[in-house]
């Protein structure tokens, strides 16, 4: 499966952004759960966003419960992250993981059970 991040880039505080990561070469009828995660200069790479492979389940970072949503679209196996009310903080690059196969309903935390990799995309929020 390989991922592809997008819709990144230069945004004020308190702005909105959405991003998209879209896959391709996914095995017909393997459940995949989805996750975003970010990393900013100098920090570790940290998961905000996460969901399983039907959408029902999802997991938020409390630094971004409240203000970014997850969703999915399974019909192309691309997830999306809608990013309102943005913090300088925010600024990191993006990236989409996804694991697969999962079981029905799994929700990922650990980044090393994801076994795809986006190379991600860059957002910065300027204050």
């Known amino acids: 499966v390989q991922l592809q991040a997008s819709g990144g880039g230069l945004v004020q505080a308190g702005d909105s952004l959405s991003l998209s990561c879209d896959a391709s070469?996914?095995?017909?009828?393997?459940?995949?759960?989805m996750g975003w995660f970010r990393q900013a200069p100098g920090k570790e790479r940290e998961l905000i966003a996460a969901t399983s492979h039907g959408g029902s389940r999802t997991y938020y970072a409390p630094s971004v419960k409240g203000r970014f949503t997850i969703s999915r679209d399974n019909a192309k196996l691309s997830v999306y992250l809608q990013m309102n009310r943005l913090k300088p903080e925010d600024t990191a690059v993006y990236y989409c993981?996804?694991?697969?196969?999962?079981?029905?309903?799994?929700?990922?935390?650990?980044?090393?059970?994801?076994?795809?990799w986006g190379r991600g995309t860059q957002v910065t929020v300027s204050s």
């Open positions: 993981a996804a694991k697969g196969p999962a079981v029905s309903g799994e929700v990922i935390v650990s980044p090393d059970r994801y076994n795809y």
């Open positions: 070469g996914r095995a017909f009828g393997t459940m995949y759960a």
